[in-house]
């Protein structure tokens, strides 16, 4: 079957760096996708890898490894909005996306 | 219209009546999904449609149903609700480039 797995709660502390893993195990693989959700909103698009290696967008960094089946999110400079919901998910040879159960993080004054 | 818009935000209902959730986009992209949000577990996706006329079944399509009659427009229809139909349903949208999807805001159901 079809799985990804990623931390159920994360908890950091404001101004520190935070580092979300997600692994996959998926019939095929077109992309891997991480998503921001705050509580009780719309997921929104943070970072798409297809190729190995390091993404990096201001804050926020997606590192991804086809050979292990694995990917980080890499949150920097943590502030208080970053609280929220951060959602792995893999598109496989159907193109279709399997979604990972989410990563809740708290962050700390 | 902004992007895309569910409706209604919310909605408690009865075991066994029908009931539609709206949704409509005004970026013109082809793609549409429904999905379905539970706690404890992920997005699943319950029917999408690549192009308007065509519709196709996900994860989860069971006591669900979809129409794409044009580009803007994909309802979802739950014929006779039960109470595991009890979710937040999350419409979304896709480029068909990098694939990011874009989604509504989720309509709340409660089925009691």
């Known amino acids: 079957g079809q799985n990804i797995d990623q931390p159920t709660e994360m908890t950091a502390t404001e101004g520190a760096i935070v580092q979300i893993n997600c692994t996959y195990q998926t019939s095929g693989f077109n992309g891997l996708f991480w998503y921001q959700q705050h509580a009780g909103e719309a997921p929104t698009f943070l970072s798409y890898n297809v190729l190995d290696g390091l993404e990096e967008k201001g804050r926020f960094s997606s590192f991804l490894s086809r050979s292990k089946g694995y990917s980080y999110l890499l949150l920097k400079e943590l502030q208080m909005k970053d609280s929220a919901s951060y959602l792995c998910a893999v598109r496989d040879s159907n193109y279709q996306l399997i979604w990972g159960a989410g990563t809740k993080l708290i962050i700390k004054p | ?112």
């Open chain 2, 1 to 112: 219209i902004a992007g895309i818009t569910q409706a209604p935000t919310s909605q408690i209902l009865a075991a066994g009546r029908r009931m539609t959730l709206r949704c409509t986009q005004d970026m013109r992209h082809n793609a549409m999904y429904w999905y379905r949000q539970d706690l404890g577990l992920g997005l699943r996706l319950i029917h999408y449609s690549n192009t308007a006329g065509t519709t196709g079944k996900g994860e989860v399509p069971d006591g669900y149903s979809v129409s794409r009659a044009n580009t803007d427009d994909f309802p979802l229809t739950l014929a006779s609700a039960v109470p595991s139909q009890t979710s937040v349903y999350f419409c979304a949208t896709g480029t068909g480039d990098t694939g990011e999807l874009f989604f509504g805001e989720g309509s709340r159901l409660t089925v009691l």
